[in-house]
Nanobody, 125 residues
Framework: VQLQASGGGSVRAGGSLRLACAVSQPKFRTYSMGWFRQAPGKEREFVAVISWMDGKEYYADSVKGRFTISRDNAKNTVFLLLSSLKPEDTAAYYC???????????????????WGQGTQVTVSS
C-alpha cells in the first residue's frame, strides 16, 4: 500500500491550503484515514481522522473548527482542508492508513499501518 501526500506550501497566517493523500489500494474504502503532523524538534502529533465505517470525523483540539478532513472513496483519496492557518500550524503533514477495519477510529500513530511521505506546510505571520 502506497500513500502519496501533496498540497503543502507556504502561506500567510489566515490563509488556507488543501492537502490530498492518494492511496494505491482498492480497499481504501475499508481504511480509516488519519492526518498527523510533526514540527521541527517536536514529536509527531495527531491532527484528524475519518472513519471508514460511517465517515465520522475527529479532530485534535488545536485544529477543531479550522481544519476539515474528508474522503473520496471513488478516487481513493483523503483530503485535509486547512483554514485560518496560524504560524504554529507549521509542520510536515503526514497521512496514514489504519487497515484494521476497527469500528473505532484511533488517534494513536502506533495503530496506523501505512504512512505517506509527508508534505510541508509553512505559515508565516
Amino acid at each position: 500500500v502506497q500513500l502519496q501526500a501533496s498540497g503543502g506550501g507556504s502561506v500567510r497566517a489566515g490563509g488556507s491550503l488543501r492537502l490530498a493523500c492518494a492511496v494505491s489500494q482498492p480497499k481504501f474504502r475499508t481504511y480509516s484515514m488519519g492526518w498527523f503532523r510533526q514540527a521541527p524538534g517536536k514529536e509527531r502529533e495527531f491532527v484528524a481522522v475519518i472513519s471508514w465505517m460511517d465517515g465520522k470525523e475527529y479532530y485534535a483540539d488545536s485544529v477543531k473548527g479550522r481544519f476539515t478532513i474528508s474522503r473520496d472513496n471513488a478516487k481513493n483519496t483523503v483530503f485535509l482542508l486547512l483554514s485560518s492557518l496560524k504560524p504554529e500550524d507549521t509542520a510536515a503533514y503526514y497521512c496514514a492508513a489504519d487497515t484494521s477495519r476497527s469500528s473505532y477510529y484511533t488517534i494513536s500513530s502506533e495503530d496506523y499501518d501505512y504512512w505517506g511521505q509527508g508534505t510541508q506546510v509553512t505559515v508565516s505571520s
